[in-house]
């Protein structure tokens, strides 16, 4: 597609349900990335992609969180028994992995879901 | 991680004016962009520039890395230059960016 997409745009969950949030990158995007975005904030980095490695977690904040990228293209991000704290706006980004097997430099988001945690 | 401060954190200017928005990090990178995020909080690509000078219509971008420090200009400022802008920096063997807090920026006609 033209740009990275997500869905849904907007989500509204209780307290303790399940949700799972949905990217899909640019076509022949590489490496894959989430980030939170809290209100009046920047963004954080969640977690990283090449492929479907799974190559850095480190942004995640508890073991709620967990995104996986089965094939390699669309991205899920799930959290489980949702908390208030977990109200955010949740961004996808991709961008090109050089021949030299580093990751291109420039990232391209999409436009995010928000989430929120009732 | 590195620590990224932006500023002024708002600024209000009115249509036509010229600005400059600032970009500190703490360490030495070789990723650097500009973003504008727009009311419906999409990230738009203003530049990649982890050195050097860029231009691209009204607006311009300097970075200078050897100081650690990255400016953006806008100039004659229009209201849809309104919304927050981000700088995000990076290096190589880290596979992120590290946002700042972003400028807060309200052009009023």
């Known amino acids: 597609g033209a740009g990275v997409s997500q869905s849904p745009r907007y989500k509204v969950a209780k307290r303790g349900q399940d949700v799972a949030l949905r990217c899909d990158p640019i076509s022949g995007h590489v490496s894959l990335f989430w980030y939170q975005q809290a209100l009046g904030q920047g963004p954080e980095f969640l977690t990283y992609?090449?492929?479907?490695?799974?190559?850095?977690k480190s942004g995640l904040p508890s073991d709620r969180f967990f995104a996986e990228r089965p094939e390699g293209s669309v991205s899920t991000l799930k959290i489980q028994r949702t908390q208030q704290e977990d109200s955010a706006v949740y961004l996808c980004?991709?961008?090109?992995?050089?021949?030299?097997?580093?990751?291109?430099?420039?990232?391209?988001f999409g436009p995010g879901t928000r989430l929120l945690v009732l | 991680g590195i620590q990224v401060e932006q500023s002024p954190p708002d600024l209000i200017l009115q249509e036509g004016a010229n600005s400059t928005l600032r970009c500190n990090f703490s360490d030495s990178v070789n990723n650097l962009q500009w973003f504008h995020q727009n009311p419906w909080g999409q990230l738009i690509n203003l530049f990649y520039?982890?050195?050097g000078t860029k231009q691209n219509g009204r607006l311009s971008a300097t970075t200078v890395a050897t100081e650690r420090y990255s400016l953006l200009y806008i100039s004659s400022s229009q209201t849809t230059d309104s919304g927050v802008y981000f700088c995000a920096v990076g290096r190589y063997n880290f596979n992120k960016f590290y946002f700042g807090s972003g400028t807060k920026l309200n052009v009023k006609p």
């Open positions: 980004a991709s961008s090109l992995v050089l021949v030299s097997g580093r990751t291109q430099e420039t990232q391209y």
């Open positions: 992609f090449q492929n479907e490695a799974q190559l850095d």
């Open positions: 520039i982890p050195s």
